[in-house]
């Protein structure tokens, strides 16, 4: 079955420096994966997203994205990070489901992120 | 800007009280969804609609019921809300459901009952 884990569930980083949350995902073929970024009260926002090609991907608000097929692994990186960062961050991956038309987009449970003045 | 539109932000009824969340869309997207969210948790989806075909996930409760009239709106309705039912709901859509295309998500509605 497809799953994905995010195992770091809080993380607080200094305002400035570099961030990386951690995903690791199970799927039997290429994945689709996504990050999205919640912050409080408001709906999800798509960062970036991995379906083929270049293994490195860059997403909006500098963020950047590597998938690495041998660890299952779509890590989420930012050089250096703003308070306007805090958030909740989800990593997803998106499979075909045969038996209906739509897609499932299995969430992992999320990293709450602090950033630190 | 072409979107996903959740009205209202918040909604409070009262234990047992049906009540209708809205989302609107200009993307012209196929799929529209239905999530609930409750804190500090994932999305989990309840539905959604292919078109006019509608997809119930295995688990959603029968106190959960969606319609969509047109291409642009699709309504959740609660037919009668428990403590448990408090949380957020995301609506979101996609182009034709495949899984290499993002969901484009509402800011949610925020569901309390008294």
């Known amino acids: 079955a497809q799953s994905v884990t995010q195992p770091d569930i809080h993380i607080t980083v200094s305002e400035g420096a570099s961030l990386e949350l951690r995903c690791n995902y199970s799927y039997g073929a290429t994945p689709y994966l996504f990050w999205y970024v919640q912050s409080p009260g408001q709906g999800l926002q798509l960062l970036l997203k991995y379906f083929s090609g270049d293994t490195l991907v860059q997403g909006i608000k500098g963020f950047e994205a590597e998938f690495k097929r041998s660890q299952s692994s779509f890590n989420l990186r930012k050089p250096s990070v703003h308070w306007s960062d805090a958030a909740e961050y989800f990593c997803?991956?998106?499979?075909?489901?045969?038996?209906?038309?739509?897609?499932?987009?299995?969430f992992g449970k999320g990293t709450t992120l602090s950033v630190s003045s | 800007d072409a979107m996903v539109i959740q009205n209202p932000r918040y909604q409070v009824t009262q234990f047992g009280k049906p009540v209708t969340l809205s989302c609107s869309q200009t993307?012209?997207?196929?799929?529209m969804y239905w999530y609930q969210q409750k804190s500090s948790q994932a999305p989990k989806l309840l539905f959604h609609?292919?078109?006019?075909?509608?997809?119930n996930e295995a688990d959603t409760p029968d106190n959960f019921q969606s319609r969509r009239p047109n291409t642009s709106f699709c309504f959740l309705d609660i037919r009668s809300p428990g403590l448990g039912d408090a949380a957020m709901y995301l609506c979101?859509?996609?182009?034709?459901?495949?899984?290499?295309?993002?969901?484009?998500f509402g800011d949610g509605t925020r569901l309390s009952i008294l």
């Open positions: 993307l012209n997207h196929n799929v």
């Open positions: 609609y292919y078109d006019k075909d509608f997809n």
């Open positions: 997803a991956v998106g499979s075909n489901r045969l038996n209906q038309a739509g897609t499932a987009l299995i």
């Open positions: 979101a859509t996609s182009r034709d459901g495949r899984g290499n295309q993002p969901q484009h």
